[in-house]
């Protein structure tokens, strides 16, 4: 290919915002020189360089925007930890099945069992397949419920609540909602029933959410619609930092001194 044609072809890719494939141009041409590529398929590899950075730049992103406080894997979870947990049940939900078909997950135990790691790890795993993920503890979601009841209006995060496709409440039954913070979580769910997925994580029975609502009347209409459709993990035993805080260092790292264990 000629300098001209080339500065024509990179000039085109500039103009198209192909930023990765006009980085990679020179690189992949050489290369299909080397290999003898045909010119179908030193485009699809020119395309798949440009494909993946957008990929990658996407899920970065959308990384931000889901507000996670850490980041957290599947592949970092002590299962060990959590020996009554049922491995076949996070394999299922990492599918990502259940946000196909607008079902919530339920994680119950008390801190430090690994209800906020897997529910950001079943997050990440989301976002990656492409899902749009919002990450919110029960204290920020009702101090949010709190600034709209003083707009007045439900305003643009409350709306962003009801529509993304998989919202995660972290941490429900360490605050306690009134009763016009409760209706309006009721609404929120009401909204999102059988049409996006949440996964909730809390520390109490659902027999108790009466009292974190303020209203038994309420807990229950809530639990019948987020119930209906979900998967209910229970998980059990002591918290893992304070494990970790008795049996020293080593015991909250694995392989590659990675540091592993629920939040």
């Given at each position: 290919m000629s300098d001209l044609t080339t500065e024509r072809v990179l000039?085109?890719?500039t103009n198209l915002r192909l930023s990765t494939a006009a980085a990679r141009l020179d690189s992949q041409l050489r290369a299909a020189d080397e290999r003898e590529l045909t010119p179908l398929q030193f485009l699809d590899h020119l395309l798949a360089d440009e494909t993946a950075a957008r990929d990658e730049r996407s899920i970065t992103v959308r990384t931000k925007l889901?507000?996670?406080p850490i980041i957290k894997s599947i592949e970092s979870f002590d299962f060990d930890?959590?020996?009554?947990l049922d491995r076949k049940i996070i394999q299922t939900l990492e599918t990502?099945?259940?946000v196909g078909r607008?079902?919530?997950v339920v994680m119950l135990g008390p801190p430090g069992v690994g209800k906020t790691h897997l529910s950001i790890a079943l997050g990440l795993r989301a976002l990656q397949a492409g899902h749009r993920?919002?990450?919110v503890t029960a204290q920020d979601l009702l101090d949010q419920i709190r600034v709209a009841q003083l707009d007045g209006i439900p305003g643009h995060k409350q709306r962003h609540l009801n529509n993304?496709?998989?919202l995660i409440i972290d941490e429900l039954g360490y605050v306690e909602f009134d009763k016009a913070a409760a209706t309006w979580l009721f609404q929120l769910l009401c909204q999102r029933y059988e049409r996006h997925s949440t996964i909730i994580t809390s520390n109490k029975p659902?027999?108790?959410w009466g009292h974190v609502l303020g209203d038994t009347t309420l807990a229950g209409a809530l639990l019948d619609r987020l119930l209906h459709h979900s998967h209910v993990l229970n998980l059990k035993g002591e918290s893992y930092r304070m494990r970790a805080k008795t049996q020293g260092p080593s015991h909250a790292k694995r392989k590659n001194g990675t540091q592993v264990g629920p939040s």
């Open positions: 000039q085109a890719l889901a507000h996670f930890a959590q020996p009554t990502l099945a259940f607008a079902e919530n993920v919002y990450f993304v496709p998989l659902f027999a108790d």
